[in-house]
């Protein structure tokens, strides 16, 4: 019982962390152009080395 104590608080931050970190995501345009990066690699016809 007493294992409890210490797993829900851990849990809890644990969830709290996950959440804070997709909302930042969110926040910050990750998800904004989910198709960009497929559609570009079938496009690229010059491909160059970047030096």
Known sequence: ???YYYLIPIA???GLTA???FMW???S???EDL???AERILHQE???PLS
């Open 35 to 37: 198709d960009g990066a």
């Open 46 to 48: 010059t491909d160059q």
């Open 19 to 21: 959440l804070l970190t």
């Open 25 to 27: 995501s969110l926040g």
């Open 1 to 3: 019982m007493t294992d």
């Open 12 to 14: 809890i931050g644990l």
């Open 29 to 31: 345009g990750q998800y």
